[in-house]
């Protein structure tokens, strides 16, 4: 309420539900404490920062000690800074508060972060529920696969069951899956998230890998993104050390692309 002070925000749930003067002050006091903002009492929020009031509006809705509190895109109009402020902000009080948090964000990168389990919904219907490192390393449908990051999607032919795994045909190399592989026919997607593979100047006997050549290069700081083509003309996309990506453009272009075989899963070809 921007007439109503920083204290006199947060006492309003209290008051609505007619506690005494006393449980106020302390609840009040003991929450100010809690995200931050003592010496700010007295302030409106005009007179604070977006930071500094996102921290209000979270005060005011747990200082009543609600059961679940449904926070909806609540960073949206912050900066990037402030957004990861606030985010590591949400996750102490959530462990501090013992309260469920229900966290709608279209933003994958920050429902990961947040998330102790993450459900991907599609048009209203629920696709995958389970911990952040179950649904990105091992999401249900292409849908969730792709919409959790970056993936790379090869054909894979021949599929058949293996021990612990499966194996199929990756443009006429034997490539074998283990831990992630479930059946989905005799064709199927192999999907592999750029940060699991790596590029070598040959792929040994055995080992994952695939022939490609580099397309194009972006420079991201502290790392290079790669575009690469395989031999028959499939994307893929690779972040890798600039002095790797430096090394493999000198090189003509031509490389190869491996990855550990726990770290690929198939999905159904063609399918959603």
Known sequence: FPHMSVEANIAFPLKVRKKSSAEIKRRVGEMIERVGLKGHEKKLPSQLSGGQQQRVALARALVFEPGVLLLDEPFS????????????????????????????????????????????????KLLQVGAPD????????????????????????????????????????????????????????????????????????????????????TYLGAATRLDLTTRQGAKVTVSVPNEVAASALSKGNSVWLTWPAEKGFLLPDGGQ
């Open 77 to 124: 109009a912050l900066d990037k800074g402030l957004r990861g402020q606030m985010q590591a902000e949400m996750k102490r009080l959530h462990q501090e508060t013992g309260t469920t948090f229900v966290f709608v964000t279209h933003d994958q990168s920050e429902a990961l972060a947040l998330s102790s389990r993450v459900a991907i919904f599609n048009h209203g």
């Open 134 to 217: 179950e649904v990105y390393d091992r999401p249900a449908s292409r849908f969730v696969a792709e919409f959790l990051g970056e993936i790379n999607m090869l054909p894979l032919k021949g599929v058949r069951n293996a021990d612990n795994g499966a194996t199929g045909l990756c443009e006429d190399r034997t490539i074998t899956l283990r831990g992630n592989a479930s059946a989905v026919g005799s064709n199927a997607i192999l999907a592999i998230r750029p940060e699991y593979m790596s590029i070598a100047p040959e792929a040994a006997a055995g080992e994952n890998g695939i022939a490609a050549t580099a397309v194009a290069s």
